[in-house]
């Protein structure tokens, strides 16, 4: 039911075929003779000019009709097709000819859904969409289908459902453009021999349950979780690999082990009341002994302690 509600607020934005029109010519049509008539029954005195004069006008009124810049007038003869009228002003006989649909030539927009539509995962998803096509054939509009709007906008609904249970959700989401230019030629097909060509689709939402979206969401958490330990494992390597090539240049050069050990201790000890530890093979194979002690003083001078330092 639902579906059937928005099918029914769509179309209702759609043109309307068939609609009473009235002119400023038409209107000038039926005055005319009605006032020439009243001038004949108030000179002669006589009911049957007035008479004559309206049922002349009201004849005259049906003949004189205008179809808008946009518009084209599907004309018949005694229910045989004529021609096509318009725009501007054009005129028909009365009661033998008749204009049995407005053709709107401009872009028109409709709207369409597929809700509840299973994919070819059966996953159920709801897709909303706009379609913007145009007659560029008014007779086979008006000839070849009873209600050229209506039956393009179940065109498009149909053919969006047909694709969605043929494309899987990984590919819905990700491949729109490949999807929308799939839906206006599927449309385009069948609306071609109405007089209707479609110009594109454009897909605007696609909603997923709930369910899947919180799953899809812990998913591409831990596949960024798994890409970033990969880095930081990656960083690792490259870091063990540096200091491989650092303690190779230190192993020859004991001067420079010297300064960098220095350099450590004073990095540590930048912040008052910082706290060093450092591996008893460190202080054995790099010469720390003296350095540690004089950073043991400078570490009691920033404090302040009374304690002879170990």
Same mark, same amino acid.
């Given at each position: 039911?639902?579906?059937?509600?928005?099918?029914?607020?769509?179309?209702?934005?759609?043109?309307?075929?068939? =609609?009473?029109? $009235?002119?400023? $010519? =038409?209107?000038? !049509?039926?005055?005319?003779? $009605?006032?020439?008539?009243?001038?004949?029954?108030?000179?002669?005195?006589?009911?049957?000019?007035?008479?004559?004069?309206?049922?002349?006008? %009201?004849?005259? =009124? *049906?003949?004189?009709?205008?179809?808008?810049?946009?518009?084209?007038?599907?004309?018949? #003869?005694? @229910?045989? %097709?004529?021609?096509?009228? @318009?725009?501007?002003?054009?005129w028909i006989?009365?009661?033998?000819?008749?204009?049995?649909?407005?053709?709107?030539?401009?872009?028109?927009?409709? @709207?369409?859904?597929?809700?509840?539509?299973? &994919?070819?995962?059966t996953v159920?998803?709801?897709? +909303?969409?706009?379609?913007?096509?145009? $007659?560029?054939?008014?007779?086979?509009?008006?000839? /070849?289908? *009873?209600?050229?709007?209506?039956?393009?906008?179940?065109?498009?609904?149909? =053919?969006?459902?047909?694709?969605?249970?043929?494309?899987?959700?990984?590919?819905?989401?990700?491949?729109?453009?490949?999807?929308?230019?799939?839906?206006?030629?599927?449309?385009?097909?069948?609306?071609?021999?109405?007089?209707?060509?479609?110009?594109?689709?454009?897909?605007? +939402?696609?909603?997923?349950?709930?369910?899947?979206? +919180?799953?899809?969401?812990?998913?591409?958490?831990?596949?960024?979780?798994?890409?970033? #330990?990969?880095?930081?494992?990656?960083?690792?390597?490259?870091?063990?690999?540096? %200091?491989?090539?650092? !303690?190779?240049?230190?192993? +020859?050069?004991? &001067? !420079?082990?010297?300064?960098?050990?220095?350099?450590?201790?004073? /990095?540590?000890?930048?912040?008052?009341?910082?706290?060093?530890?450092?591996?008893?093979?460190?202080?054995?194979?790099?010469?720390?002994?003296?350095?540690l002690g004089?950073?043991?003083?400078?570490?009691?001078?920033?404090?302040?302690?009374?304690?002879?330092?170990?």
């Amino acid at each position: 039911m639902p579906n059937m509600q928005n099918l029914v607020q769509n179309r209702s934005n759609l043109p309307a075929p068939i =609609a009473p029109r $009235v002119n400023f $010519v =038409a209107a000038l !049509a039926f005055i005319a003779p $009605v006032a020439l008539g009243a001038l004949a029954t108030l000179i002669t005195l006589n009911p049957v000019g007035a008479i004559v004069g309206v049922l002349l006008g %009201f004849l005259l =009124a *049906q003949s004189p009709k205008i179809a808008r810049q946009w518009e084209r007038a599907v004309v018949l #003869r005694l @229910g045989k %097709f004529i021609g096509l009228r @318009g725009p501007g002003l054009f005129w028909i006989i009365p009661f033998v000819d008749s204009i049995s649909t407005w053709i709107d030539q401009r872009v028109i927009t409709t @709207g369409f859904a597929a809700e509840e539509t299973l &994919t070819s995962d059966t996953v159920p998803v709801n897709v +909303d969409a706009v379609l913007f096509w145009v $007659v560029y054939d008014p007779e086979k509009a008006a000839l /070849e289908v *009873q209600n050229y709007p209506q039956a393009v906008s179940w065109a498009a609904q149909t =053919a969006l459902r047909d694709i969605i249970g043929r494309t899987s959700l990984s590919d819905l989401l990700r491949g729109r453009e490949r999807i929308e230019d799939e839906l206006q030629k599927l449309i385009d097909e069948r609306s071609n021999p109405w007089g209707v060509t479609v110009q594109s689709v454009e897909m605007r +939402d696609v909603i997923i349950p709930a369910a899947l979206q +919180d799953a899809m969401s812990r998913e591409a958490q831990a596949a960024r979780e798994k890409a970033a #330990r990969v880095i930081l494992a990656e960083a690792e390597v490259e870091i063990a690999a540096r %200091f491989a090539h650092a !303690a190779e240049s230190y192993r +020859d050069n004991p &001067t !420079a082990l010297h300064l960098r050990a220095m350099n450590m201790l004073y /990095e540590g000890l930048k912040e008052k009341g910082a706290l060093m530890l450092v591996p008893s093979s460190a202080v054995e194979s790099m010469g720390m002994g003296g350095l540690l002690g004089a950073a043991a003083l400078r570490q009691q001078s920033l404090t302040g302690s009374k304690e002879t330092p170990e």
